[in-house]
Antibody, heavy 120, light 110 residues
Framework: EVQLVQSGAEVKKSGESLKISCKGS????????IGWVRQMPGKGLEWMGI????????RYSPSFQGQVTISADRSISTAYLQWSSLKASDTAIYYC?????????????WGQGTLVTVSS | QSALTQPPSASGSPGQSVTISCTGT?????????VSWYQQHPGKAPKLMIY???KRPSGVPDRFSGSKSGNTASLTVSGLQAEDEADYYC??????????FGGGTKLTVL
């Protein structure tokens, strides 16, 4: 069974750094893309970016390029999303997800979400 | 403003059919057969219902179907059931390094 398990909720202050994680299991981690989606409070879904752990090929949405960094550690089947300097507007639920049919196709497997709260 | 336009709400009675639209441009919906639909219940992660315009992942009831005409994609839910009440989001590949979502539609089962 494919599972994506995300790290727990975080409460941070503006200007702090943060790295959240997403551990994949039940499939070959290096053979499938894994990406991130933001959902701000009461709002819709926003695609942030994606990484192919096999060769670390990373693609970012133009809206998030330069704002976050996506990475992966193949040795522990874990993908990461990190910020160097958080803003209050980064407050949101962040989901990791796996698109098994190719990164431009449907994202079938989802993590449970990580709530990030940033206070000013 | 979301890249893809969805109606904010839709509704239907149990057993009826309802169709949700997702309008984009020739640079996204109209240009690629890479439209997906997601169902999201409150407090839960999204669930893939349709991918590549009309394909259903294993386990998704055949009451859910997808189609596309020009720059508009559609999700039809037939034989509405109470558990279908949720938010629905479309997404499309938009070329280059970009995937875009619609603003979401709240489906109410009356």
């Amino acid at each position: 069974e494919v599972q994506l398990v995300q790290s727990g909720a975080e409460v941070k202050k503006s200007g702090e750094s943060l790295k959240i994680s997403c551990k994949g299991s039940g499939y070959s981690f290096t053979s499938y893309w894994i990406g991130w989606v933001r959902q701000m409070p009461g709002k819709g879904l926003e695609w942030m970016g994606i990484i192919y752990p096999g060769d670390s090929d990373t693609r970012y949405s133009p809206s998030f390029q330069g704002q976050v960094t996506i990475s992966a550690d193949r040795s522990i089947s874990t993908a990461y999303l990190q910020w160097s300097s958080l803003k209050a507007s980064d407050t949101a639920i962040y989901y990791c997800a796996r698109p098994p049919y190719g990164w431009t196709s449907g994202w079938e497997n989802w993590g449970q979400g990580t709530l990030v709260t940033v206070s000013s | 403003q979301s890249a893809l336009t969805q109606p904010p709400s839709a509704s239907g009675s149990p057993g009826q059919s309802v169709t949700i639209s997702c309008t984009g441009t020739s640079s996204d919906v109209g240009g690629y057969n890479s439209v997906s639909w997601y169902q999201q219940h409150p407090g839960k992660a999204p669930k893939l219902m349709i991918y590549d315009v009309s394909k259903r992942p294993s386990g998704v009831p055949d009451r859910f179907s997808g189609s596309k005409s020009g720059n508009t994609a559609s999700l039809t839910v037939s034989g509405l059931q109470a558990e279908d009440e949720a938010d629905y989001y479309c997404s499309s590949y938009a070329g280059g390094n970009n995937l875009v979502f619609g603003g979401g539609t709240k489906l109410t089962v009356l």
